[in-house]
């Protein structure tokens, strides 16, 4: 079997690009902490602490609300107040961010999470004018209708969209089965790595698709 050609970029018209471990580093600055203050108020509230490991286990695995699911719905409440007290001031862009935002592409902000905590954190980092419009998803269904929601709006073809995004099971694997360009960003210590899908490139860097997008050359496809 001969091997696949290189993907071709030059024909992007729109990036769909994800916020949390894509752009910032989240899960280091923000989410352990708010994962131990979580776990901290529900042991003072008597919580076995069997559970409290078994939850902690789920960092990074599920989102922080279906992780409490086994919780009473008033010790939800104590660790969603806690969780949700958070700081975003310490909160960072990565160092490789800036290259993708300044590609001149239009672009699109798909975030999951707590709406009001996502635009603290989009304000904070001051990003909102990088992008043409911003979609807050709450779960991770409904990542793939925002999805198909900006092809319309956009009235761009799913071959003229690149989703980039550092999660597997979300973003890579909704814009695959949508037909769009895939692009996974590899963080280093970020512990979800489920092999659900197969993203058309997988880089390091977001500096790495520059080039690309702008029509230099062509990508090699991950293996």
Avoid at 55 to 68: H, M
Avoid at 78 to 86: E, L, Q
Avoid at 113 to 134: C, D, P, S
């Amino acid at each position: 079997m001969s091997p696949k050609p290189p993907l071709d970029l030059s024909g992007v018209k729109l990036l769909i690009i994800d916020l949390d471990n894509t752009l910032c580093d989240t899960f280091h600055s923000l989410s352990k902490h708010q994962w131990e203050k979580a776990i901290k108020a529900l042991r003072d509230d008597g919580v076995n602490p069997v559970l409290l490991d078994r939850l902690r286990k789920q960092l990074g695995k599920k989102s922080f609300r279906s992780s409490i699911g086994p919780l009473d719905e008033r010790r939800k409440e104590i660790a969603i107040a806690a969780y949700d007290a958070v700081d975003v001031s310490k909160l960072r862009l990565y160092s490789d961010a800036q290259a993708i935002l300044d590609v001149p592409l239009r672009k699109v902000l798909v975030t999951r999470g707590e709406t009001k905590l996502q635009r603290a954190k989009i304000r904070h980092l001051k990003l909102r004018r990088n992008f043409a419009k911003v979609y807050h998803v709450p779960t991770f269904k409904e990542k793939r209708e925002a999805f198909s929601a900006i092809l319309k709006e956009f009235k761009v073809r799913p071959e003229e969209t690149l989703v980039i995004g550092d999660r597997i099971e979300e973003e890579i694997k909704d814009g695959n089965d949508l037909g769009m360009h895939t692009a996974f960003i590899d963080r280093p210590d970020w512990p979800c790595r489920l092999s659900v899908a197969k993203p058309d490139i997988s880089v390091k860097s977001l500096e790495h698709l520059v080039p690309h997008l702008r029509g230099k050359t062509n990508v090699r496809r991950a293996k």
